[in-house]
């Protein structure tokens, strides 16, 4: 390993969200304010003396610096969000059935720019040029031991990894500063709209394989299970035969007001609301999102924010990033009142009552809500 120290363990990694009250205060997410999510210690490394190693195959492995990834590489800039694979699995677990995993609430994710050099260019200098079937990249960090592996992996099909549109790069900043040691430091991958176990912080290899990583968290976590799957030996026999989960579905959450609060409508009788939305993988921008103070028999447009400079104009820079929006719905006094709030995005996508319930809970989309509200 050639980390200097840690922070954290493997027995108590770091792991936090913030309120989703604070979380959609601000377009792009401050790193101070952002989600964690780990199996292992944080590293601390040097920039000056890590480095990648890309090989597998590959016709010219290669070595690569951080200082070379920096200077020798055209430097791509993504807005996009990172979405926890287990994000709103409280819901799933208090309104489907209980599942296994950390009890994330609704904020586990952020919105930020990245900035590092394409994953694709880096290929091709190591001398990959087509996206033959059945291969594919994975990412790899030998940093830190983690809870169930002795190392942390990820990878995806070749074919996204060389896509000039996937927008894959390798992160050496993020909100225009150097990535911190949480978010990855020195370097990380970016997969816009892909699960962010797939992310792989501290990175230090890359591999062009014909399987997928053999890692534990690729092929024995983050996957929907079928519902059969109900404890562990049952989950035994599919864990081979489901697919890792890659893309993040579409999804909206009602920020504001927070479950079990005491809210005032206006004096037009109507109740302000507010949240955030992240389109389904690729198949963004969000275009639509819905509110409705009545289970959902009637739905009211909200407004969906715009970005707040030029740079974020377009549906192609935005395609990758959440929205923040607001609207006023009719409400009924009285108490344990609920909102629900529902998307849309360019691809067709529209998020349903509810998804379905796995074992780890995860990929969980269906309405937004807050609930047990009391309203006066």
């Known amino acids: 390993m050639s980390c200097t120290h840690t922070k954290y363990s493997v027995e108590s990694p770091l792991n936090r969200e913030p309120s989703v009250k604070e979380l959609v205060s601000s377009f792009i997410t401050p790193g101070e304010i952002s989600y964690d999510r780990n199996h292992g210690p944080v590293p601390h490394l040097s920039a000056s003396t890590h480095a990648i190693q890309i090989d597998g195959l590959v016709p010219n492995p290669l070595h690569l610096t951080i200082n070379e990834l920096a200077t020798e590489f055209p430097q791509h800039v993504v807005y996009c969000a990172l979405e926890c ?16 995993g950390i009890d994330w609430g609704d904020a586990a994710v952020m919105n930020c720019k990245w900035t590092g050099p394409k994953l694709r260019d880096i290929l091709h200098r190591a001398g ?29 099909e070749l074919e996204r990894g060389l896509s000039d549109a996937a927008e894959v790069i390798l992160a050496l900043e993020m909100n225009d500063s150097p990535l911190q040691p949480n978010h990855g430091y020195p370097v990380r991958v970016v997969l816009p709209g892909i699960a962010g176990a797939r992310w792989v912080k501290w990175l230090d290899r890359i591999t062009v394989q014909d399987h997928e990583s053999t890692n534990f968290y690729q092929r024995r976590d983050y996957k929907v299970l079928p519902e059969e799957a109900v404890d562990r030996d049952t989950a035994e026999p599919f864990w081979d035969q489901t697919p890792a989960m890659c893309e993040v579905p579409i999804n909206s959450v009602v920020a504001v007001p927070e479950d079990n609060e005491t809210v005032c409508l206006s004096d037009s009788e109507k109740l302000e609301v507010e949240g955030y939305a992240v389109p389904q993988g690729s198949h963004g921008p969000i275009t639509k999102v819905q509110v409705s103070g009545d289970g959902g028999k009637n739905w009211v447009d909200a407004q969906i924010e715009n970005p707040p400079s030029d740079d974020l104009a377009g549906d192609k820079v935005r395609k990758w990033c959440w929205v923040l929006w607001k609207g006023k719905i009719h409400m009924a006094k009285g108490t344990g009142r609920e909102v629900v709030s529902r998307a849309m995005d360019a691809g067709g996508n529209q998020q349903k009552e509810h998804s379905q319930w796995n074992l780890r809970g995860v990929g969980y989309n269906g309405y937004g809500r807050a609930r047990n509200l009391t309203v006066r």
């Open 128 to 156: 990959v040029q087509d996206a033959h079937r059945g291969l594919h990249v994975a990412f790899s960090s030998y940093q830190v031991h983690c809870q169930d592996d002795e190392w942390f992996g990820g990878s995806v």
């Open 85 to 100: 694979a287990g994000n709103r699995r409280h819901t799933m677990r208090t309104m489907l059935k209980e599942v296994e």
